[in-house]
């Protein structure tokens, strides 16, 4: 799929379900494989991101049986049981894959060479590297500090503290990670509160970790037990038929099985702001995360300034904010989001630019966006092989005054390969090529 053009919708419907947690589905491959035992995994993220992972495990010589779709039963080697691979990790698009790699490679006794392609090799990886040297793990990148990793197995790791100059789920997740080889605790302290999947299924795994505010901390030489996981549907997915249903009149959906994990609900909070009809039906825990189905039905947004608080807690879903900030009445602020810039593109820079081609006001700042509300036309843009960029403009096309045409968008397959069959059941008009 090169090119997607969406176009005028008369309005959303449906009862349906997305596919599984991109970040949940990373992590359940890469602490089964290194729990004692089975674990088996429902409603794995069939996607090339979370693919990657398993493949790179597989490679170290875990067993892992694909039982059917979104089924996996992984046989786990323990902390100690991975094998040195025959050739480097290649992990495609996954900066997850990439950081969180790292940290586990950190506690190896074999060397090993951690490369992606073209974008991910843009992406900065000193962030983790140089906390994890302070933990004593040898590793070398390119002068950028960006990737091929070598990582190299004769590092004796110590825990550290580590205060992060900026909140970031996958460095945090990292160094954890490594902790589990450390002699000794491993405190990471967030300046914001980020996702915390990781310390969630590290629990589930019968693993001690300790949260006191913004520091967690764990451990080194425990050990992690094989666990039944099921996934619930990702809301970073969740959140283009969110804004979807919200700005496109007659619109009512539900969305089943969300995960709702508290620190992934920026998204929901941000439109309920803007005035979003929102509504969580059927609360419940599965396997230590929160889930609920979302009802979303049509209704005027407004623009706001956007909590600081809340940017660390959406901090992938701000694509499809920004389209539904361009839908809202007024201006919409979004600072404290320097994050961006540094994602599968600068996504400060590539929503702004897109957005103006399609005759938006939208400022890029360096931290942020500001956007005025308004009529959206239609035009082209471009995806920048960016996932959630390309899905994003797919959200505009629903209300422009003319079709919009998306190129680049093959890596929506990194994270929703289902994407477009989806869109098009509920009521989206999309067209590919």
């Known amino acids: 799929m090169k090119t997607m053009v969406s176009s005028l919708s008369a309005g959303l419907s449906g009862n349906f379900r997305v596919p599984g947690d991109k970040s949940i589905s990373h992590r359940s491959v890469m602490l089964g494989s290194l729990a004692e035992g089975v674990t088996e995994v429902n409603g794995f993220l069939e996607a090339q991101d979370a693919l990657a992972t398993l493949k790179a495990f597989q490679s170290m010589g875990v067993k892992i049986e694909r039982l059917g779709e979104g089924r996996l039963r992984i046989h786990g080697v323990g902390l100690y049981g991975l094998k040195k691979p025959k050739s480097d990790l290649y992990v495609g698009n996954s900066g997850t894959s990439m950081r969180l790699l790292s940290g586990i490679l950190a506690g190896q006794v074999f060397d090993s060479v951690l490369t992606g392609d073209s974008s991910l090799t843009k992406r900065p990886m000193r962030r983790v590297l140089d906390p994890l040297a302070q933990m004593g793990a040898k590793v070398g990148s390119t002068d950028r500090g960006t990737s091929p990793l070598q990582i190299y197995g004769d590092g004796q790791l110590s825990g550290i503290r580590y205060e992060m100059p900026m909140g970031s789920a996958q460095v945090k997740s990292c160094l954890l990670l490594a902790g589990l080889y450390a002699e000794g605790e491993t405190t990471v302290v967030e300046p914001a509160v980020t996702r915390d999947h990781t310390e969630r299924m590290l629990r589930g795994f019968g693993y001690a970790v300790k949260t006191q505010g913004n520091a967690v901390s764990l451990k080194g030489g425990g050990r992690l037990k094989g666990m039944s996981i099921d996934v619930p549907s990702d809301i970073s997915s969740v959140a283009f038929f969110l804004v979807a249903a919200s700005m496109t009149p007659n619109s009512d959906i539900t969305l089943e099985h969300v995960g709702i994990n508290p620190t992934r609900t920026g998204i929901i909070d941000i439109l309920l702001l803007m005035g979003a009809d929102i509504q969580l039906l059927n609360r419940r825990e599965v396997g230590g995360e929160n889930v609920a189905d979302i009802r979303v039905r049509s209704c005027a947004l407004n623009g706001i300034n956007v909590p600081e608080e809340l940017v660390a807690l959406a901090i992938d879903e701000f694509p499809v904010l920004f389209v539904a900030a361009a839908y809202a009445k007024g201006k919409t602020v979004v600072t404290g989001a320097e994050e961006l810039r540094v994602k599968e593109s600068d996504r400060i820079q590539t929503m ?82």
């Open 352 to 433: 702004a630019d897109g957005l103006q081609a399609l005759g938006v006001s939208a400022q890029a700042t360096s931290d942020g966006m500001i956007i005025e509300g308004g009529d959206v036309q239609g035009g082209e843009v471009e995806s920048f092989d960016d996932h959630r960029i390309a899905m994003a403009f797919a959200v505009a096309g629903l209300q422009s005054r003319s079709a919009i045409k998306i190129n680049n968008c093959e890596n929506v397959g990194t994270s929703f390969p289902s994407f477009v069959e989806l869109a098009l059941f509920c009521g989206f008009k999309i067209s590919t090529q």
